[in-house]
């Protein structure tokens, strides 16, 4: 599944390129933000100021398609990007996506009469 990455900088990176994104996700949204995003066929690194701390996530990906918006107050980069591999595998996206399949068992289970039915009686047996 592509993913699409907004930057709020001027990133130019070339069609076909593989990227390593750095995301991490944000306490009040729990949306993942990149932390850095380097390009491993030319070596070049784009980050924040700030240093990364907590848990983050690391994958890597090829670039689809990336698109920059040049203007004063409103530059920023789109990049469309196909996860290779496994992509990104925080603990806090694999909770998130545990806890969804494990709500969607149990509205399975539920929607087909799950354990909560009481077992039907035997009829006595003629022999």
């Known amino acids: 599944?592509?993913?699409l990455l907004?930057?709020?900088a001027q990133v130019a990176i070339a069609h076909g390129h593989r990227i390593e994104v750095t995301e991490q996700a944000d306490p009040l949204t729990d949306e993942p933000v990149v932390l850095t995003l380097v390009d491993l066929d030319t070596g070049i690194r784009?980050?924040?100021a700030e240093d990364p701390s907590g848990?983050?996530?690391r994958w890597i990906g090829r670039v689809l398609r990336c698109t920059v918006?040049?203007?004063d107050a409103g530059a920023h980069t789109t990049l469309l990007v196909d996860p290779l591999g496994p992509g990104p595998t925080g603990a806090k996206v694999a909770l998130r996506e545990a806890d969804a399949a494990?709500?969607?068992a149990k509205a399975e289970a539920d929607r087909w009469g799950g354990v909560d039915r009481p077992p039907m009686e035997e009829s006595e047996r003629f022999w």
């Open 69 to 71: 918006t040049m203007g």
């Open 6 to 8: 907004v930057l709020s």
């Open 1 to 3: 599944m592509d993913r």
């Open 55 to 57: 848990d983050f996530s």
């Open 46 to 48: 784009y980050r924040r």
């Open 102 to 104: 494990a709500d969607a």
